[in-house]
Each structure stands twice: as C-alpha cells, then as structure tokens.
C-alpha cells in the first residue's frame, strides 16, 4: 500500500508519532490551525522576551531517549536535571520549603514539623516505586484491543496494590504524614494531572516516585519549545510537509475508511493513513459527529480543570526568586474541594511560578522573563471570564507581597490565556487543560481509543487518548499509536 499520511496537529504526540512514522519510510504532511507548530508545547516572543506558553520542564527522559534511539538520531535538545527540583511557599510563613532529590536535605526541613519525617518519607516513595513498577508496563505502556483484554492485564497487577484503588491521593498521603505542610508540599503533583489531590485517585502517587527517586524533573537548554524546534527540524530533513493556519472542519469517507478531510475553506486533504493529534474525544465528537461523543455526552465525561497561564516580561531581576516556584494559599483544602462548585472566587490554592530567564537566554538585560499558572475552573463551571484582569491582577499583587518587592511599575509586557483562550486556541473541549481527566473510569481501555471505531485507516494520539496526559506521555502514545498503524499497513499489504 501507499504511505501517505496526513497527520492533524502539530502537538508533540503529533510530532513524535510523524518522526517515528518517516524513519521508517513515511511519507508525512502536517496540517496545523496555529501559525506555528507546537501545540500546547510553544512559545510566545514579544518586546525581547520569550515564553513557554504550556509545560515549563520534564520527566521521564529515558522515554525520549528511546523515542530518538527509535528514530536513529541522536538527542537533537540539550537537557539538564532541575536539582533543587522547586521551592514551596505558604501563605502568612516567610519558611521557605526547598524541593531537593537528596533526601537528607529535604528531610531536615521538616525537623519541628513532621516527626521522623525522613522515615515516613521513605517509607512513602517505597510504596510509590513498587506502584511504578508493577503497573508502568503492564497497563501503561500498552494497546487493548477490548476491555475484558484491559481487565485481564489489570489482574497481573500485584493484588497488594488493590486498597489503593479505592483512596485518593490526599487520603494515601495521610497514611504516611500528619503535617499539612508535608501533605500539601507532597501532593502538589495531583494538580500536574490536572485534577486536585481530593478526586485523584491514590494510584497517581506512583508520580512521587518519578518525582524524588527515579529521575527527577528536567529543564531543556534554551526553553521547552526548543524541543518543538528540534523534532521539526528532524522531520523537515526526512522531507515531512508542514501546512498552518488550517483548520479542520468536515470528511468524507467510503465505507470503513476515511479518504479526506477537508478544511475551513473547503480544501480536501487526501491520504492512505490519518493520524489525529487534535483532541481525541473532542475531534470524534465535532468533527466526525459521533453520536457517543456528542455534545451532551462531553458534558457528561469528566474533565480536567482549566488553567489561567500569565505571561509577564519585566524590567528587572528577582535575585530571591528560584527557577521553579510554588506559592500555596492558606485555604488549600478547603478551596481544592471547592474549586468546581464555587469558582468565582479569587482565592487560589496555589500558583506556579517560572522564571524561565533564570537558566535561560530569554529577556533582556536585567530582566527577567515570568510564566505564572493557576489552576482554575474549565468552562463548564466557570463560562465567563470578564474578571479575567481583576484575577489576573490578584496574582501578581500577591505574588509581590510574598517577595516582598512590587512589579507590577516593572512590568514591560503582560499576556494572560484563560480556559477561553485554551479552548479556542487549542481545541481543547471547554479549556480543560489537559483534556480528559484520568478517573478510573476514563484510564485504558475506557479512555477514547487509539483507533477509530469505524475507519480503520484513522488513528488518535495525544493526551485524551491511552495513555495520558504528560510529556513522556505523548511520547508513549506515539510509540503506541504508530505500532497499530504499523499493523494496519501490513494487513492492508495481505
């Protein structure tokens, strides 16, 4: 058969999966709606600043190793492991909590707080390491091709695992810490999913692992979107198309297969094989009109949380702030629970900040480049966001206090997305940041499938389909997706 295919989205599962795709003799043309490839993974240059508009680091970097190796082509970005990995601040304490991978430093922070801190802590990642290793390969890192299939791989899974099951991250952390400044500090990776540590469920806690033991968290020479650079760039050389400003908005199909998209201005884009980076759930239902992926069976589906992204440039250095910054509110869990029920409140439990010109050559002389992150209601409970300044504003006034220096006279450029913004932007169903949420019930085998349920020539990667959301993620959803596509190419040969 022909190898023509017709990849939609430019996100780094898109990307990843053409790369993997024109090693081994694809011929591979990207359509994209941005101006610029990337998806959530780019960048924002204004007035000499530059800003990672999504992720701000990594994990997992052995899976891009393999992804290069997998490609034959040397690591084409430049990386280096985040150690201390963050700092935390709480709200009404000058105590600074600094994140450190030695486990000794970390522990003497907690001295007066949390009682034979380094004990339980340890105690903790065992628990979280043994959850990694007895789940990663067997549920994580494969294709299903049905649940019962799904269900009879999760019965491999050691059965001393199964309690937790039925805990949230916040009640697994209780097990192991009293302190609500340990649990709190320990559970901040539960927002990383985009859910809060209350409706995460305890087996997530396997992320601390990665987080503390395994191989930390990484910052790429240059900023994120240099990745983005990078991959295209590898493509480019094997001869790959790139299309943008184009919009994907109908199909035709013969049968079981699809045979062209078509887009915003009625352009037909043919090929034998089509690969959709753009929101699983969301393409299947606006594009395709899939009757199970409806409107009202979106609304029904459980989602992520928005984000509210602020990109600031600014006139001068913050020598007291580290790289990666954490500010937590005093209502943390009152708030988390609350968030989706009461969100018009400008209470936050936390924000992240990034000073991404601490280690990076993006702002100008004597200023610094800063990307805050708040997560915030997606827009099935927060629809309008007319205060978006007011909030925006709260930010970066606490942000000044708890610094103890005032920038906002110092501001020279200042951009913010909300939920709004991500929807229209990115596709992404009601500005949820990172699309479907991984409850139980929407992990597998149950989340939208790496394959169409009626062309058998279309095939889904990216965070709404198997395995998830994340980085390493999309990298392992295209090592997935192009191991069906492969398959697909060799039955259609028979």
Same mark, same amino acid.
């Given at each position: 058969m022909s190898k023509d295919v017709l990849i939609i989205g430019t996100g780094l599962g898109g990307l990843a999966t053409g790369l993997r795709l024109a090693t081994r003799g694809y011929k591979i043309i990207f359509i994209e709606k941005e101006s610029q490839p990337g998806g959530r993974l780019n960048q924002i240059k204004k007035e000499g600043f530059t800003f990672d508009i999504g992720p701000s680091f990594f994990s997992m970097p052995y899976e891009f190793e393999e992804f290069v190796k997998n490609c034959g082509i040397k690591m084409p970005f430049e990386f280096n492991e985040l150690e201390p990995i963050y700092t935390v601040h709480f709200k009404g304490s000058n105590k600074r909590f600094t994140l450190y991978k030695n486990i000794d430093k970390l522990s003497a922070q907690f001295e007066n707080i949390e009682p034979n801190f380094k004990s339980r802590f340890i105690s903790y990642l065992n628990k979280c390491k043994e959850l990694y290793w007895d789940t990663i390969d067997i549920v994580i890192k494969r294709n299903f091709d049905s649940v019962p299939e799904y269900l009879k791989s999760l019965i491999q899974v050691n059965p001393k695992h199964f309690p937790v099951l039925f805990k949230t991250f916040w009640k697994q952390t209780g097990k192991y810490f009293k302190s609500k400044e340990a649990r709190q500090i320990i559970s901040l990776i539960a927002f990383f999913l985009g859910r809060t540590p209350f409706d995460t469920n305890a087996v997530y806690t396997l992320l601390s692992y990665i987080e503390f033991l395994n191989t930390g968290y990484y910052n790429v020479k240059n900023g994120m979107y240099t990745i983005v650079q990078s991959i295209v !760039?590898?493509? $480019? $050389?094997? !001869? /790959?198309? *790139? &299309? &943008? !400003?184009?919009? @994907? =908005?109908? *199909?035709k199909s013969d049968n079981n297969k699809l045979t062209a998209l078509i887009d915003q201005n009625g352009n037909k884009w043919e090929a034998d094989i089509f690969v959709i980076n753009s929101d699983a759930a969301f393409f299947r239902g606006n594009v395709l009109k899939r009757k199970q992926f409806s409107e009202d069976r979106l609304?029904?589906?459980n989602w992520t949380m928005g984000y509210l992204t602020i990109y600031l440039g600014i006139s001068k250095k913050l020598p007291q702030v580290e790289h990666h910054n954490y500010f937590l509110g005093d209502n943390y869990e009152e708030y988390s629970k609350d968030i989706m029920v009461n969100p018009y409140t400008l209470e936050k439990p936390y924000y992240y900040v990034n000073v991404l010109s601490k280690n990076n050559n993006c702002a100008p002389i004597g200023s610094e480049s800063l990307i805050f992150v708040c997560p915030v209601p997606n827009l099935l409970y927060k629809p309008d966001w007319s205060d978006k300044e007011e909030i925006v504003n709260s930010i970066i006034n606490d942000f000044s206090e708890r610094i103890g220096e005032n920038i906002s006279d110092k501001i020279v450029v200042k951009l913010s997305y909300t939920p709004e913004d991500w929807q229209n932007k990115f596709n992404l169903y009601k500005g949820a940041g990172l699309g479907l949420s991984h409850k139980? %019930?929407? @992990?597998? /085998?149950?989340?939208?499938? !790496? &394959?169409?349920e009626i062309y058998r020539n279309t095939f889904y990667v990216g965070a709404s389909t198997i395995p998830g959301a994340g980085l390493p993620m999309s990298i392992i959803?295209? $090592?997935? =997706? =192009?191991e069906r596509i492969? %398959? &697909? /190419? $060799?039955d259609s040969k028979q």
């Open positions: !760039n590898e493509l $480019k $050389k094997l !001869n /790959a198309l *790139f &299309y &943008y !400003n184009t919009e @994907i =908005v109908d *199909f609304r029904k589906m139980l %019930n929407q @992990i597998g /085998a149950f989340r939208p499938k !790496n &394959y169409d959803s295209s $090592k997935l =997706v =192009v492969c %398959n &697909y /190419a $060799k």
